[in-house]
């Protein structure tokens, strides 16, 4: 086998192009996949070297063979100009935010954001200085009368990981970038796979490996991809703060980027079957999904997404709390627990009225986020059909 060429490389498919970015069978000996390099010190063969600043590895936390190769496939795909790697996808939203905001500055976050970022802006960004306004996540260009002289960064999140709006990131990086703002966006949803961030105006873009890049709810890991303009400054932000990716987690995802698409295509598969089946329910006043015809946001979905994820919302009609836990607490197949993206099914119940500043959450009733991992989507059914009849009883 030879090496890809440049001009071959850029024909691939995205399929393919996962199965053979970041493989250097000289750097691996052979064997098809590169080991997770492990290491504090590089040794230098000599002073010329050393003096030179010429030697590729340098000390562990300036990366290693191990994350070169997940940097670069997640650069290709992303279509970035660069990517850094961090322990998880909460420190992705810090490092970005660290590197797009200043002291005396002003950032826009989406008011349907991870709720970890908004306590990163609420804590540590308002003590060092930074003010934060939560926007409409559907605002689209009318986030534009809430930029003022010194607004430096948007954070987008598109859709919201447990709302699900849909947002115009194009419209809302015209805007953002006519005044010299930084869009930021959490990715994760989609992965570049089904959005690709910046070919849509994103300058730095977010996703939590811990979700579909893993599938397999082993591991931690967070990815910052930056443009042109960008990159140099987030590289130079996440150096300074001394927060690189364990070797054992990105040796992990590189293991999951090879199936990364087949999995989230069978992920979108399931998730609308599961996400049409529960809108059929009686039990249910909605399900949020931007995939589905008559989702707020689908219009907008369907202009700038190549595909779904497997995770969406069920709103269920009005039902006492013992009810709902009564649904939950005697599922046999799906598990009771956050996070999302690995092979098994998950739910969770969740309440956005407790942290939402800037739009009101009243959906009518429970809500319960589905995560449907690869099982058969019969049997899931089945486990449903026996929570909906829990829930019926307890009512
Ligand atoms: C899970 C998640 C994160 C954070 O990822 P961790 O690796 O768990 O820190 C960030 N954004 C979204 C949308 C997520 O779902």
């Not at 306004?133 to 607004?151: Q, S, V």
């Not at 997404?305 to 497997?310: D, I, M, N, T």
Request: include cysteine; glycine fraction near 10%.
């Amino acid at each position: 086998m030879t090496k890809l060429t440049d001009e071959t490389r850029a024909s691939l498919k995205s399929r393919t192009r996962l199965i053979h970015l970041g493989r250097d069978g000289a750097q691996s000996q052979g064997f098809v996949n590169l080991p997770p390099f492990r290491g504090s010190t590089v040794l230098y063969p000599d002073m010329e070297t050393l003096k030179s600043r010429k030697q590729r590895y340098t000390y562990g936390t300036h990366g290693t063979p191990t994350t070169d190769a997940l940097r670069a496939a997640w650069t290709d795909i992303s279509g970035a100009a660069g990517t850094e790697l961090v322990p998880s996808g909460l420190a992705a939203i810090v490092v970005a935010l660290m590197t797009a905001v200043s002291a005396g500055g002003h950032l826009l976050m989406t008011d349907s954001a991870y709720g970890p970022a908004r306590a990163f802006a609420m804590g540590a960004l308002k003590r060092l200085g930074v003010e934060t306004t939560f926007y409409d996540p559907r605002a689209g260009a009318g986030i534009e009368a809430l930029f003022r002289p010194n607004t430096s960064a948007v954070l987008t999140e598109s859709p919201g990981s447990q709302s699900f709006e849909i947002q115009d990131v194009p419209a809302i990086a015209e805007v953002a970038h006519a005044r010299g703002a930084c869009v930021l966006m959490d990715n994760t949803w989609a992965t570049p796979l089904f959005f690709p961030p910046h070919a849509h105006g994103v300058d730095m873009a977010i996703e939590a490996g811990t979700k579909y890049l893993s599938g397999h709810s082993d591991l931690l890991l967070g990815l910052v991809s930056a443009n042109e303009t960008w990159f140099p400054r987030l590289q130079h932000t996440a150096g300074q703060m001394g927060i690189p990716a364990g070797p054992e987690d990105v040796f992990l995802a590189l293991r999951g980027l090879r199936t990364m698409e087949l999995r989230l295509r069978e992920a979108e598969r399931q998730g609308l079957a599961m996400a049409r089946w529960l809108s059929e329910r009686r039990e249910v006043l909605r399900v949020l999904h931007p995939a589905l015809p008559d989702d707020p946001g689908h219009a907008l979905w369907k202009r700038d997404f190549a595909g779904s994820s497997g995770l969406f919302s069920v709103i269920l009609k009005p039902a006492p709390e013992a009810a709902v836990a009564a649904f939950l607490d005697g599922l046999e197949l799906f598990g009771l627990g956050y996070s999302w993206g690995g092979y098994e099914s998950l739910v969770i119940p969740f309440d956005c009225a407790s942290y939402r500043t800037a739009t009101t959450w009243a959906p009518g009733g429970p809500a319960l986020r589905f995560s449907i991992g690869l099982e058969d989507a019969e049997d899931l059914k089945a486990d449903l059909d026996r929570a909906f009849a829990r829930l019926k009883a307890a009512a």
